[in-house]
């Protein structure tokens, strides 16, 4: 293990921590951009720490494709490679493989897949995939789970749930450097509370540093959602960290805290950015549209990033799209609006009015969604001041 | 704006010293403006340019035509200029009609009314009241007036009529001069 995780402060179900990795001690809840190629598009790390960015997020499908896990080692790992002082996580590369790779199949063996560079047949085994994370050195590893869409019913599912309990055996057998990075193995299970139970004990079993809820943010509807989340952060242990993976939209984050979870990581908040989307605490603001082309006002006037400090609305809708440095500037933005969540949500929680606020902004008029009301029930978070029904 | 020669050399070269209403420190010539475009330079945000080189990089020059699409020049002007809009108050602008890569003149365009211009967003005639509508509400720190540019290979002829517009509009951006 090469972590501590300490609760600093609780309301019901909710916890703000500090959790220590070798290269950064970070507080939670906390969001991790998404760095898929070694770099966050539109950012230098720089602008990241200024931003107070904790752990970004590497892709190790895309990573060890190019430049390769070898290389990076070779030049001493992820962190001197792109420069980033603090701490990194990666993916074990499974999800991309099944995303992005139309004729990829998983057998017991591995995920066999075409290779994109010149088709030859390819395996990712959970060795492989271990011994690829060991190689770019991230403080957070993630084993190799057999992932399956949320919207797929049938035993597939439950097939996958077994598997990977078997494959994180493997994965903990061939893991390196357990001292310096920390292996976190990822609940799946589907929709299925039964299959999802089976598989937080087999994980809780095998004592990791951490652990992960998968195979969500998939397109399931958002009252299973949240009902999965509840699930696990109930059962998994107290006292690591929980990790709900691909989550994602403000909104998600604030329940899924209020509900016990304490990291997320998505590429929503620069994805749409490079779409002309900004994060405001109303909701998202078109930068695009024809409203904007005189609006002298910042983005957000409650936020405090360089971007909201110096440009206009009006300048940002003459960029967007047409050159790079809208991106640039929405990206910066909307990444300060992410990480200034967390943070609000870390200092916030033992006060227990976070939810509150945020839900007053969001829907000023008083129309919370259902599953947010549901959620907020179970959780133990009164929003009936935020609520007009 | 005050511009001063310090050395000459044996030839025609000089050093000189530029002091600038808004950049804290003067800048030595000869020196080199950074292109930009709408105002900021293409991958460079304010919060990095300021890793670059000071006073030396404080200089930059800009096309008013990038902002042919918009913000208008009132929406410019109640922004409060150029400086204003782009977030860099502590640095020089140059304004120039023309850009050597995407606002191009277009001399078989150009006429007695105005001069013409490829740009991203199609060919644009710019009358001299045009520009200094974009000169007032922009406020650069220095700006060249509009000329008919010819190329090189313009024929005895055509250099002439571009000589001739120069000059008149000329006149007639100093008249509307802010």
């Known amino acids: 293990m090469a972590l501590r995780f300490e609760v600093l402060g609780r309301f019901n179900r909710a916890r703000a921590a500090q959790l220590t990795l070798p290269h950064f001690a970070c507080q939670t809840p ?11 598009k539109g950012l230098t790390t720089d602008q990241l720490e200024e931003i107070g960015c904790q752990i970004i997020l590497g892709n190790t499908y895309h990573l060890a494709l190019r430049p390769t896990s070898e290389l990076i080692d070779e030049l001493g790992g992820l962190h001197k490679f792109m420069n ?3 701490a990194l996580l990666t993916d074990s590369g499974g999800f991309q493989m099944v995303s992005l790779l139309h004729l990829a199949d998983i057998t017991e063996k591995g995920v066999t897949f075409q290779s994109p560079v010149d088709g030859k047949p390819m395996l990712l085994t959970p060795e492989e995939s ?44 061939a893991h390196k450097r357990p001292h310096e990075q920390n292996l976190f193995g990822i609940v799946q299970g589907g929709l299925d509370p039964v299959l999802r139970d089976i598989c937080v004990r087999g994980l809780v079993d095998r004592n990791l540093p951490g652990y992960a809820i998968g195979g969500l943010a998939g397109g399931e509807d958002k009252d299973s959602f949240w009902r999965v989340v509840a699930q696990c952060t109930a059962a998994l242990p107290e006292d690591k960290p929980r990790y709900v993976m691909g989550v994602g939209y403000p909104l998600d984050i604030v329940v899924c805290s209020a509900l016990g979870a304490d990291m997320y990581d998505c590429v929503y908040p620069t994805r749409t950015a490079r779409f002309g989307t900004a994060l405001v605490p109303e909701g998202v603001l078109k930068l695009k549209h024809n409203a904007m082309v005189n609006d002298t006002r910042p983005i957000d006037p409650t936020c405090a990033c360089m971007v909201c400090k110096n440009y206009t609305r009006a300048y940002i809708h003459c960029l967007v799209t047409k050159d790079a440095m809208g991106s640039q500037l929405l990206s910066y933005h909307n990444l300060y609006y992410m990480l200034q969540l967390s943070r609000n949500l870390h200092s916030s929680i033992v006060e227990g009015r976070f939810v509150c606020d945020f839900l007053q902004k969001m829907f000023p ?3 919370v969604p259902e599953w947010v009301c549901n959620a907020m029930d179970v959780a133990g978070i009164d929003i009936s001041s935020c609520c007009s029904s | 704006m005050k511009f001063a020669v310090k050395a000459l050399s044996s030839g025609k070269a000089r050093a000189g010293v530029v002091h600038l209403g808004s950049c804290p420190s003067p800048i030595e010539t000869p020196c080199l403006l950074l292109s930009t475009r709408k105002g900021l330079p293409i991958f460079i945000s304010p919060d990095l340019l300021s890793s670059l080189p000071s006073p030396d990089s404080n200089l930059l020059q800009f096309s008013p035509l990038h902002f042919s699409e918009g913000p208008s020049p009132k929406t410019i002007s109640s922004i409060g200029g150029l400086h204003q809009m782009v977030g860099l108050h502590e640095y020089g602008f140059a304004a120039v009609a023309r850009d050597s890569i995407q606002c191009l003149p277009e001399c078989g365009s150009t006429n007695k009314t105005g001069a013409s211009f490829e740009t991203p967003c199609g060919r ?35 250099n002439k009529t571009s000589v001739d517009r120069t000059v008149k509009w000329l006149d007639e951006c100093i008249a509307r001069s802010p």
């Open chain 1, 30 to 40: 906390l969001f991790m951009p998404v760095g898929t190629q070694g770099t966050i």
């Open chain 1, 84 to 86: 980033w002082p603090r």
């Open chain 1, 130 to 173: 271990i011994q690829i994370q060991n190689r770019i050195g991230a403080d957070i590893i993630m084993a190799l789970d057999d992932v399956v869409r949320t919207t797929i019913t049938g035993p597939r599912i439950e097939e996958a749930m077994y598997r990977t309990l078997r494959w994180v055996d493997r994965c903990i057998a």
């Open chain 1, 365 to 367: 008029k008083g129309d």
């Open chain 2, 124 to 158: 644009r005639l710019i009358k001299p009241v045009e520009y200094m509508e974009m000169i007032t509400s922009m406020k650069p720190n220095l700006w060249a007036t509009l000329a008919d540019e010819v190329p090189a290979w313009a024929n005895n002829k055509r």
